[in-house]
């Protein structure tokens, strides 16, 4: 089940989080199944599903990663298959990754934290650019925005990866 259609919310990547909050309590108290304690085995089982659907899909919408994530599934834009990032950007990361293994005192760590988190801060950028048109646009536009999203999502794993790394050499 979808998880916006569950809240009967249009997809979005930047969700109201007061109508969010609002309808997971509704669907809480709705589907609780200390409420159903008399009804069939079946009918207890399908609360007990409902339930949970709106645990999962609440925790899943609340965050914005998460949430980022689960569009992208949803237009079957993740597939687990190797996505393919741009030479330039890795290029760029294999010369951070260079400099990290290179590095034997806390200013060039702090160099590099600080060229990472220019990165970090040009992918968020760009991911908030992409993010407010989505609403805003065709179908065919916001295909070619989730595909943009989608390269987005990667390199922010990339990144994050790096900076795990990054902390592991500072930590010694």
Same mark, same amino acid.
């Given at each position: 089940m979808n998880y916006f259609e569950f809240y009967q919310l249009p997809e979005s990547f930047s969700? &109201? %989080?007061?109508?969010? #909050? !609002? #309808?997971? @309590?509704?669907?809480? !108290?709705? @589907?609780?199944? &200390?409420? @159903?304690?008399? %009804?069939?085995d079946e009918k207890q089982h399908e609360i007990l599903e409902l339930s949970t659907i709106n645990n999962k899909a609440y925790k899943v919408l609340s965050d914005p990663y998460r949430r980022m994530e689960y569009i992208l599934q949803e237009h079957n834009l993740l597939t687990g298959d190797k996505y393919q990032l741009a030479p330039d950007f890795l290029m760029e990361m294999m010369e951070i990754n260079e400099a990290m293994t290179e590095a034997d005192d806390a200013a060039q760590l702090n160099t590099i934290k600080t060229q990472i988190t220019d990165s970090e801060a040009e992918l968020n950028s760009k991911l908030a650019s992409a993010i407010s048109n989505y609403q805003s646009t065709d179908d065919a536009g916001r295909q070619k925005l989730l595909e943009s999203i989608r390269d987005i999502y990667y390199r922010q794993k990339y990144l994050l990866r790096i900076k795990d790394t990054l902390n592991t050499f500072a930590a010694r």
């Open positions: 969700i &109201d %989080e007061a109508a969010l #909050k !609002k #309808k997971f @309590y509704a669907m809480s !108290k709705q @589907y609780h199944p &200390d409420f @159903y304690a008399n %009804e069939s």
